[in-house]
């Protein structure tokens, strides 16, 4: 295991269209965040999973974003109708919840163009 | 609704002197501080962690000091080499939730 992957690494994408991230997390992590930076900000946190439960949302998460961890293991992240606000790198990270206090391991992002 | 805070955009040491990043929160829920290193087009990698039972935490050249009365934390360098040029993020967990702060531009000159 060599750590967390995300997919693709770059996505340009015209207004209007939908674009889905993929996360795979450290094998044995059962938590798996996804945050948002945009630049000259610190990630600002979107969403939260712990096994296949998303157990807290962002108010930045609007109905537009959707994300998914369906076996508690990958996990996705779908923004429809993509607005150019939305041009941002996209982080996902992992941690165990078996620790008390543990860090998160991130993976090295997927930067998002909307043009 | 930032509840940490790094209010130094940047920072320039020579190489061989000390680097000290400050940072500030403002939840005092927060019960474990971190700090990530992140260089260009990579995702940010862990760097030193610190409990809130502790008021210091050593790791080879980087220290971390917790404040916890002042709700502020430290990250010192020493000796700071070319090679820790990065943005330096601060982070405060309390439970699963971690927030970040905007993060402090390092620049080691030879």
């Known amino acids: 295991d060599t750590g967390v992957s995300q997919n693709p690494r770059h996505k340009i994408t015209k207004r209007g269209q939908n674009v889905t991230f993929r996360c795979d997390p450290i094998s044995e992590h059962n938590r798996l965040y996804w945050y948002r930076q945009t630049l000259g900000q610190g990630p600002e946190f979107l969403t939260y999973?712990?096994?296949?439960?998303?157990?807290?949302k962002s108010r930045l998460l609007s109905d537009r974003f959707s994300a998914e961890r369906p076996k508690g293991s990958f996990s996705t992240l779908e923004i429809q109708r993509t607005e150019q606000g939305d041009s941002a790198m996209y982080l996902c990270?992992?941690?165990?919840?078996?620790?008390?206090?543990?860090?998160?391991?991130f993976g090295q992002g997927t930067r998002l163009t909307v043009v | 609704d930032q509840q940490v805070k790094q209010n130094s955009p940047s920072l320039s040491v020579q190489e061989g002197r000390i680097s000290i990043l400050n940072c500030d929160y403002t939840n005092s829920m927060f019960d474990y501080f971190l700090w990530y290193k992140k260089y260009p087009a990579e995702g940010p990698t862990f760097l030193i962690s610190i409990s809130s039972i502790k008021d210091k935490n050593e790791d080879g050249r980087f220290t971390v000091f917790l404040n916890k009365s002042a709700k502020h934390l430290s990250l010192h360098i020493v000796p700071s080499q070319p090679g820790d040029s990065a943005v330096y993020f601060c982070?405060?967990?309390?439970?699963?939730?971690?927030?970040f702060g905007a993060g402090t531009r390092l620049t080691v000159k030879p």
């Open positions: 990270a992992s941690s165990s919840a078996w620790a008390e206090n543990t860090e998160a391991f």
């Open positions: 982070a405060a967990s309390a439970g699963d939730d971690m927030r």
């Open positions: 999973f712990q096994n296949e439960a998303q157990l807290e």
